[in-house]
């Protein structure tokens, strides 16, 4: 699905004022196209969520444009409705006094998925996920990640051309994590479906999506693939080497040298900096047993450019 937004802006009236507004969306111009994966994040408070809701057509914008393949998720909404998937740890699709396959039998019937379709799709989904569809326990009685993974499942089968999901990890141990992401990634690629990904764990953010946009209070601060963003703003590399020990004390020619032990010292090194510069440095003798290159992770990055912009 061709998501464009124009000029998006989003204001709330503060209740504590009269005349004061908080501005928790000042103008977002995205396009992403059939296929695209969007990992969206930012701090807490930061408006990610409420452009969610925008897109999805819960909630109106102040101002500006949202067109999901032309047509307005507001106006049209029974037109585009029902090719839009939403996922959000605010808002459960799921009938908690039921057990899972009724909701997913609902769903069914909800989007008119054809029997052979709706079945294969459940059967692919419950055996990735590890889930058992016969189990007769009300959703309300179900551990977190059971409930998770019934929340996705009812997510996927429509089998959406926008699939919007609002941090669908959070809580979750590892297994469920991996399980739940690598099944949403199947399903988007395989259907060339539109995804827009919130998480507060960007390493999650980083393995299931292509493209990366920041918000920090209101204000989009960048847009870019996740290879770009770490080229552009990787200013600096740790190398970590282990060496040899030998008995007598030697200096380091260096004040970027850090000695963590006898045998093991680091040094930072710019991006553009030659490591070759650095094995020089190594004192006469000593004979390099492992070497370790650690680039700023996401996060890193991420967190300060969040310190710049604050």
């Given at each position: 699905?061709?998501?464009?937004?124009?000029?998006?802006?989003?204001?709330?009236?503060?209740?504590?004022?009269?005349?004061?507004?908080?501005?928790?969306?000042?103008?977002?111009?995205?396009?992403?196209?059939?296929?695209?994966?969007?990992?969206?994040?930012?701090?807490?408070?930061?408006?990610?969520?409420?452009?969610?809701?925008?897109?999805?057509?819960?909630?109106?914008?102040?101002?500006?444009?949202?067109?999901?393949?032309?047509?307005?998720?507001?106006?049209?909404?029974?037109?585009?409705?029902?090719?839009?998937?939403?996922?959000?740890?605010?808002?459960?699709?799921?009938?908690?006094?039921?057990?899972?396959?009724?909701?997913?039998?609902?769903?069914?019937?909800?989007?008119?998925?054809?029997?052979?379709?709706?079945?294969?799709?459940?059967?692919?989904?419950?055996?990735?996920?590890?889930?058992?569809?016969?189990?007769?326990?009300?959703?309300?009685?179900?551990?977190?990640?059971?409930?998770?993974?019934?929340?996705?499942?009812?997510?996927?089968?429509?089998?959406?051309?926008?699939?919007?999901?609002?941090?669908?990890?959070?809580?979750?141990?590892?297994?469920?994590?991996?399980?739940?992401?690598?099944?949403?990634?199947?399903?988007?690629?395989?259907?060339?479906?539109?995804?827009?990904?919130?998480?507060?764990?960007?390493?999650?953010?980083?393995?299931?999506?292509?493209?990366?946009?920041?918000?920090?209070?209101?204000?989009?601060?960048?847009?870019?693939?996740?290879?770009?963003?770490?080229?552009?703003?990787?200013?600096?590399?740790?190398?970590?080497?282990?060496?040899a020990p030998i008995s007598h004390h030697e200096t380091l020619d260096d004040s970027k040298i850090s000695l963590?032990?006898?045998?093991?010292?680091?040094?930072?090194?710019?991006?553009?900096?030659?490591?070759?510069?650095?094995?020089?440095?190594?004192?006469?003798?000593?004979?390099?047993?492992?070497?370790k290159i650690e680039s700023p992770c996401l996060s890193d990055i991420v967190l300060?450019?969040?310190?710049?912009?604050?």
């Amino acid at each position: 699905m061709k998501v464009q937004t124009k000029d998006l802006r989003k204001v709330y009236k503060d209740k504590g004022s009269k005349d004061k507004e908080i501005v928790a969306l000042s103008s977002l111009n995205l396009e992403l196209n059939a296929g695209d994966s969007l990992g969206y994040i930012g701090l807490n408070g930061s408006g990610k969520s409420t452009t969610l809701k925008m897109l999805v057509g819960v909630l109106a914008p102040t101002s500006g444009t949202i067109l999901l393949n032309g047509y307005n998720p507001l106006t049209d909404r029974k037109k585009i409705s029902h090719r839009v998937g939403y996922l959000s740890p605010l808002k459960s699709q799921l009938w908690w006094d039921l057990p899972p396959i009724n909701t997913f039998r609902m769903i069914s019937l909800i989007y008119k998925i054809p029997k052979k379709q709706w079945k294969s799709d459940l059967d692919y989904l419950s055996d990735k996920l590890s889930f058992d569809i016969n189990n007769k326990n009300p959703i309300r009685t179900l551990s977190t990640g059971n409930r998770v993974k019934s929340e996705i499942i009812s997510t996927l089968l429509p089998r959406p051309d926008l699939l919007v999901l609002d941090e669908p990890t959070l809580g979750l141990d590892i297994v469920s994590r991996v399980s739940i992401l690598e099944t949403i990634s199947d399903m988007q690629r395989k259907y060339g479906m539109t995804l827009i990904f919130t998480s507060h764990d960007l390493e999650d953010v980083e393995t299931i999506c292509d493209q990366i946009m920041i918000i920090d209070s209101g204000n989009i601060i960048e847009h870019s693939t996740v290879k770009e963003i770490k080229s552009k703003y990787r200013e600096k590399r740790k190398i970590r080497i282990e060496h040899a020990p030998i008995s007598h004390h030697e200096t380091l020619d260096d004040s970027k040298i850090s000695l963590v032990s006898e045998s093991v010292f680091e040094y930072e090194i710019g991006a553009k900096e030659s490591i070759s510069d650095l094995v020089k440095l190594i004192p006469f003798g000593r004979e390099i047993v492992d070497m370790k290159i650690e680039s700023p992770c996401l996060s890193d990055i991420v967190l300060d450019m969040h310190k710049k912009h604050g």
